[in-house]
């Protein structure tokens, strides 16, 4: 059985807000707070999507190989986990992490012009096994980091 994740308050919430708002580094901090007290598979879960936001922080700093060795580590954390775990929606961020090492890899894209993967709360059903119903974004915040 797997924990519930509340990304609606609290520190997860902020890390949220923190990656949507481009402020890498600042939500991996927040999210570490977490991370450091959470069971297995949620540690490892929330261990790929801080070395995501680390990910880009090298990237805003210009560390290309710093930011690949970082997605893959995440991508590699992300490959057995169901499409929803955590109350986020991994199936689609997996596939964005795929896209951003294939455009990294091409060097095809001056570095600041890569976007981040979007971390999206889930929309579960009741009807999803071994996943709990969770919360979206924090009140009145969109996915791109903004407040409505």
Request: net charge neutral; hydrophobic share 40%.
């Amino acid at each position: 059985m797997t924990m519930e994740l509340d990304w609606s308050c609290g520190e997860l919430a902020e890390g949220l807000r923190c990656y949507c708002a481009e402020e890498f580094f600042l939500a991996h901090e927040h999210w570490e707070l977490v991370w450091l007290r959470l069971p297995e598979p949620e540690k490892t879960f929330l261990q790929a999507l801080i070395q995501v936001a680390a990910a880009f922080h090298h990237l805003q700093r210009g560390n290309r190989q710093g930011a690949e060795s970082l997605l893959r580590h995440a991508q590699r954390r992300m490959e057995p986990l169901p499409d929803v775990f955590g109350g986020i929606a991994v199936e689609p961020l997996r596939r964005q992490i795929e896209e951003r090492l294939s455009a990294l890899e091409a060097r095809d894209m001056p570095l600041l012009r890569l976007a981040s993967p979007q971390i999206q709360p889930a929309r579960t059903r009741s009807s999803d096994v071994g996943v709990p119903a969770k919360r979206g974004f924090p009140s009145g915040m969109t996915n791109k980091g903004s407040y409505t």
